[in-house]
């Protein structure tokens, strides 16, 4: 345990070392050779998260499964049915009987998985024991959209379907207070990184700022794009992912078509651009990552945008403004799941339904 | 006030009245031949008959059997969707649909449909009509127009027999009336429980103005008529004389004067609307209501599937289930067959298409069904256990066709006639009903 708690606080000393040492002015991303998928499991998979191991060259996806599959980055490409190029296939984890992984985060010592399911349980597994969960309580009265540790790993948020957040201590997984933030599902949360507010972003258009200390609503920020999700196709309604910068200072949301980025401090969006689905922010430096089949890599300038103030329910889709320099596109196809590594080394993405590209990081 | 051929003053409880009648010389065995004076048997049974309805709410696309009916939890076939139990012991249903499984004792289901054409014309075509479309003969009839000849009911009240709702025929064609002719074409309603589009306001001046230009069109059409079929001539006739009573109906349209109560129990949504309509026409003297679930092929879920399937799925539930609640309590379950289907299901396997979904499958899929004398609770056919297959007593369109015919009291292997030429109203004759369901 002992042992456990050195290798966390190493984590966090060196997060911080470079948080403050090290501020890149611009980065190059290389696009790495070898590609990471997912066979079929009798019916094709697809990824729709994905998260870096922060000790481990391990790379993490929610697929649509009952399982996680987890990549060992170090592996060898290798021939596999179905696929034109050798890749890297996955072991897994964290099985549940009965419907679908519907969201997961790995703690931020990398010593526990979290997921919640479509079947309402949450459960907190051992990083490498695939046995059986160490805790499983019931999460929420709908799917569990979205698990989110705060930045010190102590505590642990959970959005569901049943419009309700729920916040948990992470380690006996104590259900801790319970609110609700939505008219719709929610697709997503985020902490601040000092662990005082939790965001969610739903379907109903709305992105709920909850300050933990005051334990209330303190802020609604609107998205749009809200659709009443009629006929064969219905785009994705309303905020899909969130990301926070690491400064605290800005919020990334993104939904079908539709990125938005938003001043924490007025609560003004201050840019918004026709990028859908996927949104991170780099954990160094101010560099915001979002898109789909063309994911920009921006470079945000602060002082710029902290003059703006855009109408948030404008026109449907239409482009009112970049968030700052396009430095980088990572070319993908389609496929959800956009994630950085906690050190900023590498940057993983979908680049196809079932197939994860990475590309190496250089700060300049 | 208007009077129906018995004398009734109240339609709905003359209605009434005569159902539990009936039901009471059924329940007794009491000969009807005592009873000549009053009623003649063959009288009683055409008003037994006259007093059949069907609901028929069409789920376009094709439903995921897997995410309503059928649903196969654990297995490699499944989705995210959990499952809940029924009122139908070990009987489970998809997760978003809590009302429908509390009412599973009332409506039957079918696991085991098993049919032709993984087409949406094609099977739309066929699961509406009883015939699979073919170059070489004329447009089948769809099947409420021929109940709507069959079982016209003179208690009509000036209504058609035969009203669809939110059918904007541009995604898939429905059949029309096919060689029956306009007097059993649907009379359209746009959807979203409102009145067919451009009916003219009911006032004293328009219903003058229109019955004037009813009787110029009348004789102006006299010299015209002369020498072509009379069948289609009055076909037209009929058809015209409908529209001239339906300005006086308009009434019967207006879900608005329905108790707020039962509009909120229905719901905002279109369907609910629509369900809400037609359940008041049924009540105003329409048969036969075919309504159409969300616009195009709302349940041709290819892609994005698992989510948007929540959506629609609850909403279908939360209406339907208030449907079968209103009929109930006002006595119309017993004479209203419904009727909730697609025109296929969706493959086991889930294809790899943003964000996921299932295409088209008719080799086993569901439907549910119920009311008409069908026995609640029924569970009919299997499919093997992660539903690639009929296990169980596969059941087809002509089967299904059977089963309805039957229902309604109309003999299944009766035919129709077109220019002297016989025509079965289920394909080639085919089918047996279900006998399980009665």
Known sequence: MRCIAFAFAGVLFSFCALNAQDDPKSLVLAKEDATYSVPNNYSPVRTVRLRFHPTEPKLIAQVSDKRLAIWDLNAKPQAAKGKKEPTVLPDYHAEQKEGWITGFDIHPSGQWLITGGSDRKLRKWAWGDKTKPLVEVDGHQGWIEAVAYSLDGKSLATAGSDLKVRLWDSDGMKSLDTYSAHAKPIRDLTWSPDGKFIYTGGEDGKIVVYELAAKKIVRTLEFGNVNEQQGQDPAQSGVFRLAISPDGKWLAAAGQNKFGLYNLQTGNLVAAENLGFDTVFYPQGRFVIAGFNDTKVMRLDPAKLEKLSLDPLGKKGKTTGPAGDTIATLKRNSGYGLAVHPNGSRVAAAVGESTVGLWTVTKK | ?438
């Not at chain 2, 029924?378 to 169980?392: F, H, K, L, M």
């Not at chain 2, 109309?410 to 035919?415: A, E």
């Open chain 2, 1 to 438: 006030m208007v009077r129906s051929p018995l004398g009734s003053c109240n339609l709905q409880e003359h209605t009434f009245s005569r159902r539990l009648f009936l039901q009471g010389l059924a329940g007794s065995g009491l000969a009807l031949s005592g009873f000549d004076t009053l009623f003649s048997a063959a009288h009683a049974q055409e008003v037994a008959r006259r007093q059949k309805h069907v609901i028929l709410v069409y789920m376009s696309g094709g439903p995921s059997q897997f995410e309503t009916w059928d649903p196969k939890p654990g297995q490699r076939t499944s989705g995210p969707h959990m499952t809940i139990p029924t009122a139908i012991t070990s009987v489970r249903f998809d997760e978003f649909m809590p009302n429908l499984a509390r009412l599973a004792n009332r409506m039957a289901v079918i696991r085991s449909m098993s049919t032709p054409s993984n087409d949406h014309v094609v099977a739309g075509l066929h699961t509406q009509s009883a015939y699979l479309p073919s170059p070489a003969i004329a447009s089948p009839p769809h099947w409420l127009s021929i109940c709507s000849r069959l079982l016209s009911s003179e208690n009509s009240n000036g209504l058609p027999p035969y009203v669809t709702m939110g059918d904007d025929g541009r995604t898939f064609p429905t059949p029309g009336p096919g060689f029956l002719g306009a007097e059993c074409q649907a009379l359209a309603c746009p959807g979203n429980g409102l009145p067919p589009s451009d009916l003219p306001r009911a006032g004293e001046a328009e219903i003058a103005a229109q019955d004037r230009r009813e009787n110029l069109r009348s004789q102006l059409g006299r010299s015209f008529n002369q020498g072509r079929p009379p069948e289609l001539v009055e076909s037209h006739d009929v058809a015209f004389a409908r529209m001239s009573t339906l300005m006086r109906r308009q009434v019967s349209f207006d879900i608005t004067r329905e108790p707020e109560r039962l509009r909120e129990r229905y719901g905002a949504s279109a369907l609910g609307k629509d369900l809400l309509l037609a359940r008041r026409l049924i009540e105003h003297g329409v048969s036969f209501v075919r309504v159409q679930h969300q616009r195009g092929g709302a349940w041709d879920k290819h892609r994005n599937a698992f989510r948007t399937q929540r959506h629609i799925t609850a909403e279908f539930d939360h209406c339907v289930s208030a449907l079968v609640d209103d009929l109930i309590d006002k006595g119309l379950w017993d004479h209203t067959l419904l009727v909730c289907m697609g025109e296929f299901g969706r493959t086991p396997m889930i294809n790899g298409q943003g964000g996921g979904g299932r295409d088209h499958w008719s080799r086993s899929w569901s439907l549910s069904l119920g009311g008409s004398g069908i026995r609640g609770g029924v569970v009919v056919g299997a499919t093997n256990a992660d539903g690639t297959e009929v296990r169980d007593r596969p059941v087809s369109v002509a089967d299904l066709f059977c089963t309805f015919y039957r229902a309604l009291g109309i003999n299944h292997r009766r035919q129709l006639h077109f220019r002297d030429r016989p025509i079965p109203i289920v394909e080639n004759r085919q089918g047996e009903p279900i006998n399980e369901l009665f």
